[in-house]
């Protein structure tokens, strides 16, 4: 199948393919070794409490924030195009799904070698935390791989499901969405506020187990996935 054409499609740009993610992960890496030797020079306190509070650091977000823009530039740049080349739908979508699932992996594996040099090394010996963190799971490699896999492959698909949406429905779709966030934010707020009980058993969800967030981290990707999956049969391009 020409689904082939559809992952070079991807590749051809290597620098969005794989070279500003890993620049601006290079980038974000450098200024914590920074931030590490200077809150080190302060004494062992300081590193310690530093690496206490390094757990909540957003810090990674420099090598997922470029992931979740791509699912947003492959439906919005490379889907006109595979169709103006005349590939099929079915082709592109195949094609797309195996470009997400190889960065997931590529990426995922990457973050997962991180953590575990950077636990050997206690934080490349400046007490810091970069792939060690909440986001990506403070808990044994194998979550951490599992957790990133899942989450980046979440975001890709998601990504690509508001898009494929917004070229469906136009800047309606953006409208509604934004206020039904609106409406779901107002509803948590005024339920924080005026219902006893409602902020703890908010926090509580909030802090469930590993294993149940895995699960609503899966189930989000796949309706994410299966949405895309139906606008691309239907979505129309200019």
């Known amino acids: 199948?020409?689904?082939?054409?559809?992952?070079?499609?991807?590749?051809?740009n290597r620098m969005q393919a794989f070279g500003w993610p890993l620049i601006a992960v290079a980038f974000a890496l450098a200024i914590m070794l920074a931030v590490g030797a200077i809150v080190g020079s302060r004494g062992p306190e300081a590193q310690a409490e530093m690496y206490y509070g390094l757990?909540?650091?957003g810090a990674i977000f420099a090598l997922l924030g470029p992931l979740i823009g791509y699912g947003f530039t492959s439906m919005g740049?490379?889907?006109?195009?595979?169709?103006?080349?005349?590939?099929?739908?079915?082709?592109?979508?195949?094609?797309l799904s195996v470009v997400f699932l190889g960065n997931a992996v590529i990426y995922s594996v990457l973050i997962t070698v991180?953590?575990?040099?950077?636990?050997a090394t206690e934080g490349f010996g400046l007490s810091i935390r970069f792939f060690d963190v909440f986001y990506t799971s403070t808990g044994a490699p194998w979550q951490t791989l599992l957790q990133?896999?899942?989450?980046?492959?979440?975001?890709?698909?998601l990504g690509a499901a508001i898009t494929a949406a917004v070229l469906r429905f136009?800047?309606?779709?953006?409208?509604?969405?934004?206020?039904?966030?609106?409406?779901?934010?107002l509803g948590i707020l005024s339920g924080v506020l005026l219902l006893d009980g409602f902020g703890r058993a908010l926090l509580d969800?909030?802090?469930?187990?590993?294993?149940?967030?895995?699960v609503a981290i899966a189930v989000i990707g796949a309706v994410s996935a299966g949405a895309w999956l139906v606008l691309v049969r239907r979505t129309q391009v200019s």
């Open 170 to 185: 136009g800047q309606v779709f953006l409208w509604v969405a934004a206020a039904i966030l609106a409406l779901i934010g």
């Open 77 to 95: 740049q490379y889907f006109p195009l595979a169709l103006g080349l005349g590939l099929t739908r079915r082709e592109f979508a195949t094609g």
């Open 1 to 12: 199948m020409r689904s082939r054409n559809v992952i070079d499609m991807h590749l051809v």
């Open 114 to 119: 991180g953590k575990t040099i950077e636990k």
């Open 205 to 214: 969800v909030l802090t469930m187990g590993w294993g149940p967030w895995m």
């Open 55 to 57: 757990q909540w650091n």
């Open 148 to 157: 990133t896999f899942l989450l980046i492959l979440t975001v890709l698909f």
